[in-house]
């Protein structure tokens, strides 16, 4: 039960989000209208009722009270029926349309009703309430002159209001009453009511005009300016607004047009200087490549003489080739990342055996002892060959270095969608540093920045995946060890008619085929020693 508020609270809220805001204010404006004009209407109504009626109830008790004087004072002290009958017919002939009923003793000592209409006004059609209140003497003294004074009460006898009058006369005479009809009256309130009605009606159809032209004052800016939010928040930031006036509204739009010059400044310095980042490590991994293909035909010649070398300088000898390979594969690597942040990359698709794929990748590396293939065969997808060797020898090759033998890698397919899973058997991924194992230079521990890899494996393969409309995510299993899963399209055709779409002046190229290191770099077997903080990895 105490869930009920909330749950009709919720629908409420609901309802409300189908309504528009010019719908809801044209509601507002019709319930203020149709407050105003019912109030103002029943005021008006009840004020002419209670004018009509008194003025109309006035006048006939008036001269009701004067006929009853008049004409009775001439009767004797005890008439007879007919005389007081005469009476009656001589009263009920007046403007106001009444008819009157005399009630005196005759000279037999019996009580005669006399009626100017004995079939409309009877004793009986006179409520007992005002009979009593008619008949009761009071006594005369300085506040009250008279004995005996007029009532009043309305009626309906058969559906038709009436209006009943009754009165003794002082000093001795009859008593008298009067039956006024206020059918007259009824009708014309009824066409008040009516009149009311329709100006009630015109009121409503006046306040959704109203609302209308307020909506189209008031929510056209606002709309525009709903626009032009969405137009910048899409990247349109030259998007501006056409101000008029002086109100709040001109003053937002004013606001609005300095947030979005500042906002395209803001983003103008910074694509420029990320257009200059970029084309500083384009130019700086390009021009070392040269000096580099030199130094490594040196370190090559210096690797074949190592064992003819001074055993005092083949460990230097050593360290000189191996970190020559690593400066290239840095630089490798520094290039295929500037390609994916200029948006140069592209896809270069063909018909893939994704078992075959992955056991090349395995075999080219020599891994073949250290990773166990779960991949079903006849799985063909359309993939570009090069990134998908890229993406698996950087996921195999991070977990054989990190991780801990032997890597299992299992192909699965789930509707449209390819699934391969890397797993290892070493510690796993500590929790807070998997939310970083693809960030570019991602060290896990500040005391250990230097490492054999580059720290870009990782965010490689994820931009190869990205580029495909895939993804990869890390995580741990729950048998221990860490669990890398890439998920890609069966079928990337779409992805690269987009991207050409996109941009169709654009130059292909190829893949990077990177090594089995979690950075893209060559190895030729698996990573031996302890491990390290690669790519993200602990």
Not at 122 to 141: E, G, H, I, N
Not at 372 to 378: I, Q, T, V
């Amino acid at each position: 039960m105490s869930d009920e508020p909330g749950r009709v609270r919720g629908w409420a809220a609901g309802l409300l989000r189908w309504f528009s805001l010019r719908l809801r204010l044209m509601l507002v404006f019709g319930l203020v209208a149709l407050t105003a004009a019912v109030s103002a209407s029943a005021i008006a109504y009840w004020l002419n009722r209670d004018a009509v009626l008194t003025r109309t109830q006035d006048a006939a008790l008036d001269e009701f009270r004067k006929s009853l004087k008049d004409d009775t004072d001439p009767l004797p002290s005890l008439p007879t029926c007919s005389e007081l009958r005469d009476v009656a017919v001589r009263m009920a002939d007046n403007t106001q349309k009444y008819e009157v009923l005399l009630i005196t003793r005759t000279r037999d000592g019996e009580s005669c009703p006399a009626a100017s209409d004995k079939k409309l006004f009877t004793l009986d059609a006179v409520p007992a309430a005002l009979r009593r209140a008619v008949d009761q003497k009071r006594p005369v003294s300085k506040g009250n002159s008279a004995p005996y004074h007029l009532y009043w009460q309305r009626i309906t006898l058969h559906g038709t209001p009436y209006l009943v009058g009754g009165a003794k006369v002082n000093g001795g005479g009859p008593t008298g009453y009067m039956l006024k009809s206020l059918d007259t009256e009824r009708q014309d309130l009824n066409s008040l009511a009516w009149s009311l009605g329709i100006a009630t009606g015109l009121a409503l159809i006046g306040a959704a005009l109203l609302a209308q032209a307020a909506a189209a004052t008031v929510l056209r800016p606002v709309q525009r300016l709903g626009e032009a939010a969405h137009r910048l928040g899409e990247g349109h930031l030259d998007t501006r607004l056409q101000v008029s006036g002086s109100d709040e509204l001109a003053n937002l739009s004013h606001t609005f047009n300095r947030a979005a010059e500042r906002l395209q400044k803001r983003v103008a310095e910074l694509s420029a200087r990320e257009a200059s980042s970029r084309r500083f490590v384009a130019d700086m991994s390009h021009e070392l490549r040269t000096p580099l293909t030199a130094i490594t035909a040196v370190t090559e010649v210096l690797e074949e003489e190592a064992d003819s070398l001074d055993p005092m300088i083949a460990p230097a000898v050593q360290l000189v080739v191996s970190e020559t390979r690593r400066l290239n594969d840095l630089v490798e690597n520094l290039m295929e990342v500037t390609r994916f942040d200029a948006g140069t990359a592209r896809l270069v698709l063909d018909d893939v055996d994704v078992a075959d794929q992955v056991t090349a990748c395995i075999d080219a590396r020599a891994w073949l002892d250290a990773v166990e293939l779960d991949a079903a065969r006849s799985i063909v997808a359309r993939l570009d060959p090069r990134r998908l060797d890229v993406i698996l020898a950087n996921l195999i090759g991070n977990a054989l270095k990190h991780g801990g033998s032997p890597v299992r890698v299992s192909v699965r397919t789930e509707g449209d969608e390819l699934l391969i899973r890397v797993r290892d058997h070493g510690p796993g991924i500590p929790e807070d540093v998997l939310p970083h194992v693809f960030d570019r230079f991602y060290k896990a521990s500040a005391s250990r920045p230097r490492s054999e890899g580059s720290g870009l494996g990782l965010s490689i393969a994820m931009e190869n995946a990205h580029i495909h409309g895939g993804d990869i995510s890390a995580a741990n299993s729950p048998e221990g060890g860490a669990v890398f899963t890439l998920r890609l399209p069966m079928d990337a055709s779409r992805i690269a008619s987009d991207e050409a779409a996109d941009d169709p002046d654009r130059d292909r190229d190829g893949a990077f085929a990177g090594d089995g290191d979690d950075d893209g770099g060559g190895d030729n077997g698996p990573a031996k020693g302890p491990g390290r903080n690669e790519g993200g990895r602990p």
